[in-house]
């Protein structure tokens, strides 16, 4: 489940296509050997021809060569100081569109460089990027949104291409995630007296405990001071495994109590042990479920004095493995 | 075998008009139903001496005395469960009346539930005070079962599911509901029938309940009065005479939420009520030509067609089918529109229609009806009636 999200058209998207990202940046620094060591025995390469003249000369070629993988690095701005970003820019302009739309949120998901010539100590680096594409709406683990792709594009004091770079950025709607309990309006809170106390004394442990009558050993849900089947007054609050299930279910849709999260899923479960009992299944999609699907207990706080138990789908199985 | 059957009958009903906003006070609405019924009997407040309500109903008794100027009341009582009462106050009275403690008993039942406090809403505000019957909902509200469609929702499932009823099988019982409301002027649904495909379409409740499912929640009054089914003849209107009246409990029955018993689609204490009334009228499903089924969730009017034997456990599906429970079919029920296409009024308005059944002044009229079945909510502690003609 994602955040509501609006529908983007091409004719909205488009027109980033092949626009700036705004002015050139070079290289601080002229590349320098030193600056190539430092690099390649952080990443543990040890190709000499980019550290040892005579090396690289064995090779064919006229010097040392700064590693082609450092090609993004010279035009970086550094730890000290970034360069303003242009506050109109069309960047910007996409981003804001795109975050009006839904997609708030952002993640790189890859980057391909292509290495025309080798640049070499001296050279002088200058990276130009601009929107190459952005793509339609997809929907992803991740979740719901635009894949946006810049080309950024190398060259050297004379304006010769020393390589490019397509970076691929996933710009989506983030997980409608569950606020926290804080967050919401409590949900409605369980009458407690002494016939049942002992109940929600075991949720605070993460047990689901039933009562089974000291007579005659019947299990009885939901509790009650005696036992129906042989009207003794004495019981045992037992924990049960807490598996069992589905013997039916509802979707809740319409009022939604501010407390919940709707659609809402709440399941009749038949407990192993015999006996039925109800809770709501948060994080189940209505889909998923159904009648006589296995299900376990889970137990969540509601706050400091109260746990409540629920369920959710059990991983499929084969029988007789449980 | 009680032997209640026949000494007494509903010699007058009074209604408000059925709205969504009436204007006036909940006592209000009671006053002037009551007025009503009282009216058609031919009879006055002074007359009456005895008063029966819900245990939800907010007007008590002496502001209702007061407000019509009754004599000596020597008999009120009432009955818990909210929709399961309305067979229950009748045969309170009933029992009233036929054991001399009361003369002339009235039944009421008056609410603003749709302009005022909506059942709909559920019990979400449910106290935290530590009594039995708050207890209760412990299991079910902090897991966002919080109202009575939901609740409903969860026992249909499992109908459905064990039955093999499709959302087809529901959708029968609200289209008749409203093929009968559509010519009943009294009800808020009058000249609006709905198709099969209104209610596939209609938006979802409590899957697997839908918005036609459901009834609707109403602003509005009904009132009965029971006599003697010998004073009963002395008075301007053909008797209604109780043939049987009978309430339930039985093995696992809850309020709303009996999910414990070895088959939740079955309701135990409504098979109870119909065995008792069966009975006690010395009658049979093929003496009935026309039923109220009470009608507050589409699956329990099912399950209640088995409770009562108008066909086998998991056959309603079939049953309900091709208009046979509407106009002309086998078992025309719920006539005046129900709750689902007529009024909300926990019942009491089914009450009222099954008196015009055997009077023979219902706007849907079914021919010669010597007896009819009313039965209360299911799902819940319940009720039930015969009615028949006199003699």
Known sequence: MTTETTPLTREQLDPFAGKSCGPDRQSRDPIAQSDIRSWVEALGDTNPIYVDEASAKATGRSSIIAPPAMLQVWSMAGLLKKPASPPHGARQELIALLAEAGFTSVVATNCEQEYIREAVPGDIITASEVIESVSDQKDTALGRGHFVTTLITFTDSDGAIIGNQRWRLFRFAPPNRKPAAEARPPRPRPAMNRDNAFFFEGTLAQELRIQRCDGCGTLRHPPSPACGTCQSFDWTAEAMSGRGTIHSFVVNHHPQVPAFNYPLVVALVDLEEGVRFVAEMPDAEPDDVSIGLPVEVRFRQQGDDLALPYFVLAPSQPAGER | ?391
């Open chain 2, 1 to 391: 075998m009680s032997n209640l059957s026949g000494k007494t009958a509903i010699a007058g009903i009074g209604a408000t008009e059925f709205s969504k906003d009436s204007g006036r006070s909940e006592l209000q609405l009671a006053a002037e139903s009551i007025l009503a019924a009282l009216t058609d009997a031919g009879l006055t407040p002074a007359d009456v001496d005895g008063l029966v309500t819900y245990t939800m109903e907010k007007n008590p008794e002496v502001e209702v005395a007061r407000a019509l100027g009754m004599g000596d009341i020597k008999y009120f009582g009432r009955v818990n469960f909210g929709g399961g009462a309305p067979g229950a106050v009748v045969l309170q009275a009933a029992m009233a009346v036929a054991t001399g403690v009361a003369d002339v008993v009235v039944c009421y039942r008056a609410f603003n539930e749709r302009s005022g406090r909506r059942f709909g809403a559920g019990v979400q505000d449910r106290g935290t005070e530590p009594s039995a019957e708050n207890a209760g909902y412990a299991w079910y509200t902090p897991h966002g079962l919080v109202t009575p469609a939901q609740w409903a929702a969860m026992a249909g499932r499992r109908y459905m599911h064990d039955s093999g009823a499709t959302t087809e099988a529901l959708g029968a019982v609200a289209v008749a509901a409203r093929r009968h409301a559509a010519t009943n002027p009294k009800a808020w649904f009058y000249e609006r029938p709905i198709t099969l495909e209104d209610h596939a379409e209609s938006r979802w409740i409590a899957e697997p309940l839908r918005l036609l499912d459901c009834c609707q929640e109403s602003d509005g009054a009904q009132a009965l009065v029971i006599v003697s089914a010998e004073r009963a003849r002395d008075l301007p209107q053909k008797p209604a005479i109780i043939k049987a009246a009978a309430q339930g409990i039985s093995g696992s029955t809850a309020m709303m939420t009996a999910y414990y018993g070895d088959d939740i689609g079955h309701l135990t204490e409504m098979t109870l009520v119909a065995d008792q009334l069966w009975a006690d009228a010395q009658l049979t499903p093929a003496d009935i030509p026309t039923a109220i089924i009470y009608d507050h969730f589409t699956p329990y009017v099912l399950m209640q067609l088995e409770s009562f034997g108008f066909c086998g456990r998991g056959e309603a599906k079939d049953f309900v089918r091709d208009g046979n429970v509407e106009l002309g079919g086998r078992l025309p029920i719920n006539t005046h529109g129900g709750q689902l296409g007529e009024a909300y009024i926990h019942g009491m308005n089914g009450v009222a229609e099954g008196v015009r059944q055997i009077r023979g002044t219902a706007v849907n009229q079914v021919a010669d009806v010597q007896n009819t079945v009313v039965t209360g909510g299911a799902g819940v502690p319940t009720s039930g009636l015969i009615l028949g003609a006199d003699r």
